[in-house]
């Protein structure tokens, strides 16, 4: 029962976490149909932003709750410049082209990020740890959980809610969710469609970055967490039904529990879980939980 | 039978195989390792014409490797030939098998669940202790026809395999491609109803090209295995499936040449960047490949000079 209450509680976890990383992933396919291979290095470049920054603050400054926002203000100053400069500078101009030759070209910007962020920071793994002690642990079924782990399960619901609220309950959302549906008949409404396609890319490396910002406390901040991340992201936005919002949660809490059970009942599968899980379901579900409608062509 | 194009691949084949005495040994490795991922590329250029990225052919790549040491260290089969038959079939079986799934797929579904399986793959090897986890093991020296090979020689020797194969399957490529069923590929990519409209099954058809691409990955990650006498799971890594999307992406899918041509090209980019910029290769890489997506999105072929066919 104890286990199974870990599962549960680590499961969720993770799971939230996830879906703080994919939500980004999943909004900027859904609207412009770019899968963002280099989606792991917006991450990647918010851990490192937000690991420097808490640095800097801390070397003068006692340990506070500033830490939090910090993290926030790092992520978010990242993923707008980075957001903006692929956007103007690369994806504009793949406008029109199919989805792998644009996916293969966010494949390029992942080569060449990582050795930016190589030259920026180097090989050394950076510390964040500040937030991490901040907040104390707490205690279930037996188990130790550390009180920031929640913070971030916290986050990510939030966000979800916000991005929810976004879509349904505002004018932006509702054009949003017109160019998803239809980029042609919403560019003939009057929606202005490059400026729509602007602010969802810059959202997108905003959550990434803010993912890798609050991920950043747990982690030893190094080369290679981008690359690590980003296979498991696509898995979990492919479960879901690529461009799926909810079905974004659903994977991420379905991968995350599958996670959480394989490290507890047999951890050598932990390392492959995931892409059974995604594999499964797509034997069922050729366009994962929650597909979006598509035209067939004659 | 023969046309023109096939006697210029054997001509190439013939200089290379006479340079061989005049190459030192990382050269030999560099060219080697340059028409293996070559084969690769021939594999990858069956399923592009069709329209599909596989993000996953280090998978098959990585399983021929382990097939070709495991072969000479638990069967004991030390013939090269042999072994390259061996991690060849083992790595068909397996294409043969996911294609059973991955059929259906087209598009980022394809890529995505290519790349999922290999990293099935790459994460069971990881974790398996009896295959050295993430150090892989060394693979032995193998012998050709009863002779043991030793040293430079030996290079020589496998070089001139890797070259021997790469001719016979560049060319077995290029007639498949003459064939009707070769040119259903293209069809496919253009519009999938009417290809089903005309009587052909075009799951059936993506099914066998990815089981031959699988196999010719397998032979290549086989040949690359003896050539270096390592296997390790880096090998089914998606950063390798990456780069032989690269090498496919440079090619395009003209026909073999570009495939072969970009294969070197990548080796000669990688061994020039590591000599210059070592920590920095992969900036260069990317710079190419975002160059060669916005500037010439039909690959290297389409710089060849174009004459109009008709049908």
Not at chain 1, 3 to 25: P, Q, R
Not at chain 1, 118 to 132: F, V
Not at chain 2, 212 to 237: H, I, K, N, T, Y
Request: proline letters at 4%.
């Amino acid at each position: 029962m104890s286990t199974l209450i870990a599962i549960a509680v680590d499961g969720a976890i993770h799971g939230a976490w996830l879906f703080l990383v994919a939500v980004g992933l999943t909004l900027v396919f859904g609207v412009m149909k770019i899968l963002n291979i280099a989606h792991g290095n917006l991450y990647a470049i918010g851990a490192y932003a937000a690991a420097t920054a808490l640095g800097y603050w801390f070397a003068s400054h006692p340990p506070s709750a500033a830490a939090l926002a910090i993290q926030v203000g790092a992520a978010l100053a990242a993923g707008l410049v980075l957001g903006l400069l692929l956007e103007v500078a690369v994806l504009r101009h793949l406008h029109g082209r199919d989805e792998v030759s644009v996916a293969l070209a966010t494949y390029a910007l992942l080569l060449i990020l990582d050795d930016v962020m190589l030259m920026i920071w180097g090989t050394d793994p950076q510390s964040a740890a500040a937030p991490y002690l901040l907040l104390g642990a707490s205690r279930i079924a037996g188990m130790r959980f550390n009180n920031y782990e929640f913070l971030v399960m916290g986050l990510a619901i939030l966000v979800g809610l916000l991005i929810w609220w976004v879509l349904t309950r505002t004018g932006t959302g509702r054009r949003l969710t017109a160019v998803i549906h239809d980029r042609e008949m919403a560019a003939a409404m009057g929606i202005n469609v490059r400026a729509v396609h602007v602010a969802t890319f810059v959202a997108g490396a905003c959550l990434a970055a803010l993912g890798g910002a609050f991920t950043a406390p747990m982690i030893p901040v190094a080369p290679g967490i981008g690359a690590e991340i980003i296979v498991v992201t696509f898995a979990v936005v492919v479960i879901g039904g690529m461009g799926s919002i909810p079905g974004a949660a659903v994977g991420a809490l379905v991968v995350g529990l599958a996670r959480a059970a394989a490290v507890h009942l047999y951890p050598p599968a932990e390392v492959f879980i995931v892409y059974a899980v995604m594999a499964g379901v797509l034997c069922f579900r050729p366009n994962g939980l929650f597909p979006q409608a598509a035209v067939r062509r004659i | 039978m023969f046309r023109r194009a096939d006697l210029r691949l054997a001509a190439a084949g013939a200089v290379l195989l006479a340079a061989t005495s005049l190459m030192p040994g990382w050269l030999l490795v560099l060219a080697a390792t340059a028409l293996a991922k070559g084969i690769v590329a021939l594999g990858l250029l069956l399923l592009m014409r069709a329209g599909l990225v596989p993000f996953g052919q280090a998978m098959f790549y990585c399983l021929g490797g382990y097939a070709a040491g495991l072969g000479s260290l638990w069967l004991g089969i030390r013939d090269v030939l042999l072994l390259l038959l061996l991690a060849g079939l083992a790595a068909g079986a397996a294409g043969w098998v996911v294609g059973l799934l991955i059929r259906r797929y087209r598009g980022i579904f394809f890529a995505m669940l290519s790349m999922a399986f290999s990293m099935i793959l790459y994460g069971v090897l990881l974790k398996s202790q009896d295959l050295g986890s993430s150090d892989g093991f060394s693979v032995p020296r193998p012998t050709l026809l009863g002779l043991t090979m030793t040293g430079t020689p030996a290079l020589r020797i496998l070089f001139a395999v890797t070259v021997l194969l790469t001719v016979l399957l560049a060319w077995g490529v290029s007639a498949y491609l003459r064939t009707a069923m070769g040119q259903i590929g293209p069809a496919i990519r253009q519009n999938e109803v009417r290809v089903s409209y005309l009587g052909y099954e075009p799951d059936r058809l993506i099914h066998r090209e990815y089981a031959a691409s699988g196999l010719l990955a397998g032979v290549a990650g086989a040949l690359v295995a003896m050539l270096v006498g390592q296997v390790d799971p880096g090998m089914g890594f998606w950063m390798t499936s990456g780069e032989f999307v690269f090498i496919a992406i440079l090619a395009g899918t003209g026909g073999i040449w570009g495939s072969l041509g970009a294969a070197f090209i990548l080796e000669a980019v990688h061994a020039i960047a590591f000599d210059v910029a070592p920590t920095y290769w992969r900036l260069i890489l990317g710079g190419t490949l975002l160059v060669m997506i916005l500037r010439f999105p039909a690959g290297l072929s389409s710089l060849a000079p174009r004459r109009v066919r008709r049908a």
